[in-house]
Nanobody, 123 residues
Framework: QVQLVESGGGSVQAGGSLRLSCAVSGYTVSRRCLGWFRQAPGKGRETVAKIWSDGTADYTDSVKGRFTISQDNAKNTIFLQMNSLKPEDTAMYYC?????????????????WGRGTQVTVSS
């Protein structure tokens, strides 16, 4: 069974940095894809970043140049380095993995979810 456990959230001032981690079990991080999503109060869940099996990554426009997704195959963990944080980055952040029969290119690729870690950025 796939399990994902996020950590590293917290409260920072605008311009600060945080590094989120997602420990993965039941799924090899170097396979297919993994990603980070976020959900702010009163808003829908949005994709933040996705990393592919070859190490390439996609980002939503609002975080390009500020956030970096990476993976540690030995630790079976993915990370989200977040720099130059803004108040609008405040949200619950979740990592996600695809289902066994789900294409990473489909819109609903994320089938397994962690419980999330809260990020709060004050101005």
């Amino acid at each position: 069974q796939v399990q994902l456990v996020e950590s590293g959230g917290g409260s920072v001032q605008a311009g600060g940095s945080l590094r989120l981690s997602c420990a993965v079990s039941g799924y090899t991080v170097s396979r297919r894809c993994l990603g980070w999503f976020r959900q702010a109060p009163g808003k829908g869940r949005e994709t933040v970043a996705k990393i592919w099996s070859d190490g390439t990554a996609d980002y939503t426009d609002s975080v390009k140049g500020r956030f970096t997704i990476s993976q540690d195959n030995a630790k079976n963990t993915i990370f989200l380095q977040m720099n130059s944080l803004k108040p609008e980055d405040t949200a619950m952040y979740y990592c996600a993995a695809p289902g066994p029969h789900t294409s990473c290119r489909s819109n609903d690729w994320a089938q397994y979810w962690g419980r999330g870690t809260q990020v709060t950025v004050s101005s």
